[in-house]
């Protein structure tokens, strides 16, 4: 009797254990089928957000954006300022374009809070300004070389880091600065994010190109028809 109890319970044991071996099995085939799942999901969306750059719809809501964001830009052409005034066209532009983005990805976002972070600083550079007008001229001059020299030794610092690097890393981080917000990202959100923002650019230069050829076809056309008034 006690043979026939142990070997039952044995066996009720190691039907136990292969219950939860099965269990587990589909448990991971579940799981695994789930992150695929959610891995095509993701890049169907990316590839409809990389494609939806390239049609003429998307193009005619960023020219929309761009114009009505550059009629509140003050552009004279006599000015001496034409850095600035190309600086603001550029910032407008890229302003429009994460607009155009809506926010959904990484590099639109981080464009809408550096113009937020830009203003702060502005405001803190004034004060700063109204407050060192107050003191000594001496002291400000002695703060603005320390600030520099802090700058340049922490230029040369991250090039003595970036030398140390392979070459690869390097390039990634070189990828990482270049595209806004991806500064500290990993590998495949710099892909993911590189590839969408330079689709965004490529049709920005075509929305650019197009508004300019149209300006300069409205100002041709209204000099020819000053011509005749003016014989």
Known sequence: MMMASSTTTTSVAAVNTNANINTDRTRRKKKKKSLLQQH???????????????????????????IQALSQVNL??????????????????????????????????????????????????KRQRLASSSSSGSTVVTTASNSRSSRKHKVSVLRLKGKGLPAVQRKV???GRLVPGCRKQPLPIILEEATDYIAALEMQVKAMSAIAELLSRSSSGAGSSLEPMSS
């Not at 993701?42 to 761009?66: D, G, P, R, V």
């Open 76 to 125: 004279n052409p006599s000015s001496s300022s034409a850095p600035r005034q190309g600086r603001a066209v550029r910032e407008v532009a890229d302003r429009a374009l994460a607009f155009a983005a809506k926010g959904k990805t990484r590099w639109s976002r981080a464009i809408l809070t550096n113009r937020i972070k830009l203003k702060f600083r502005k405001q803190q550079h």
């Open 40 to 66: 095509q999901s993701k890049q169907n969306q990316n590839s409809q957000s990389h494609a939806k750059w390239k049609t003429e719809a998307q193009q005619q809501i960023y020219s929309s954006k761009l």
């Open 173 to 175: 981080r070189v990828l």
